[in-house]
């Protein structure tokens, strides 16, 4: 039941305007657990974009006097990849075009629901 509204909440959040798809990736493994989009291929962007945090990870000592990663955003010449931890050992994969209106206080918000529902499966 809970894995159910885990998905509906990644399809809600997918089908915001301006979002092309999403996906929760374990990120040691980087594993995608759900996904939804637009666009083919979102499981596999989901992954390769979960390399870029693991670089963070294993290079973050080299960061420390600028504290934790809280996001990070990759600028492409067609898109935007946006990632964000999102509960525990889970990292939220957001894929947008580059000039998308995107309602960026409604997608925290929908982060935040993922966090809670990823943290009491």
């Not at 990736?25 to 291929?41: F, K, L, T």
């Not at 067609?78 to 889970?90: A, E, V």
């Not at 000039?99 to 943290?119: P, Y």
């Amino acid at each position: 039941m809970k894995e159910k509204r885990l998905q509906e909440a990644v399809e809600a959040m997918a089908a915001m305007p301006g979002l092309e798809g999403c996906a929760l990736v374990e990120i040691e493994a980087g594993m995608v657990w759900n996904h939804a989009g637009q666009i083919d291929g979102v499981q596999t962007f989901a992954e390769a974009a979960s390399d870029y945090w693991r670089l963070y990870t294993r290079l973050s000592d080299q960061f420390r006097d600028l504290g934790d990663l809280r996001a990070s955003v990759m600028m492409h010449a067609h898109g935007r990849i946006t990632l964000l931890p999102c509960g525990t050992g889970m990292l939220l994969v957001t894929l947008t075009r580059q000039k998308s209106e995107i309602d960026w206080t409604v997608w925290q918000e929908k982060t935040k629901e993922l966090a809670r529902l990823v943290d009491e499966l």
